[in-house]
T-cell receptor, first 113, second 111 residues
């Protein structure tokens, strides 16, 4: 069966510090991978998605970036965090075309102070 | 640019059916209706989706009106664990990988 892992579960970082969140998927090949963010009191917003290694599509311009170094690994990064980067970051995966069901990970709660 | 409209909240008695409405009056012919839910502090969970016909699975039933301008998600026997935010999402069959989550409906199941 397929599983998705995210770490860390919670993170507190100072403004201006770098960020690296990791997501890995097990039990499937060539998944589509997604990063979403949910700011406090707001809905989920798609940040990035990837349909293959090295292929990254950005939905929202910001100081975050994503990379996919391996088939089942998706990394969200920032060189300098802003207060507005605080939120609940969720990784998800799907297979097949755009309409495939997306399966979400447990999330990382990031607080930028 | 909201494609769906849902009531902000609703209560439901445990053991009774919960009927969650969603309006999508501007839906086009190749767009599907998807439902996800998010239990507090967890990632969203897929429930069901449909295009024209009514659909049923082990979690819920989806009733889509004939003109496709609205739909209803039915949880047949709500339990306390069904307390969550429920999202109705319209998705195109074209190259659109994004799930556009609105505010959803906060459903509270009461004992």
């Amino acid at each position: 069966s397929q599983t998705i892992h995210q770490w860390p579960a919670t993170l507190v970082q100072p403004v201006g510090s770098p960020l690296s969140l990791e997501c890995t998927v097990e039990g499937t090949s060539n998944p589509n991978l997604y990063w979403y963010r949910q700011a406090a009191g707001r809905g989920l917003q798609l940040l990035f998605y990837s349909v293959g290694i090295g292929q990254i599509s950005s939905e929202v311009p910001q100081n975050l970036s994503a990379s996919r170094p391996q088939d089942r690994q998706f990394i969200l990064s920032s060189k300098k965090l802003l207060l507005s980067d605080s939120g609940f970051y969720l990784c998800a995966w799907s297979v097949g075309g755009p309409l495939g069901e997306q399966f979400f990970g447990p999330g990382t709660r990031l607080t930028v102070l | 640019d909201a494609k769906t409209t849902q009531p902000p909240s609703m209560d439901c008695a445990e053991g009774r059916a919960a009927n969650l409405p969603c309006n999508h009056s501007t839906i086009s012919g190749n767009e599907y209706v998807y439902w996800y839910r998010q239990i507090h502090s967890q990632g969203p969970q897929y429930i069901i989706h449909g295009l024209k016909n009514n659909e049923t699975n082990e979690m819920a039933s989806l009733i889509i009106t004939e003109d496709r301008k609205s739909s209803t998600l039915i949880l047949p026997h709500a339990t306390l664990r069904d307390t969550a935010v429920y999202y109705c999402i319209v998705r195109s069959g074209s190259n659109d990988y994004k799930l556009s989550f609105g505010a959803g409906t906060t459903v509270t199941v009461r004992a």
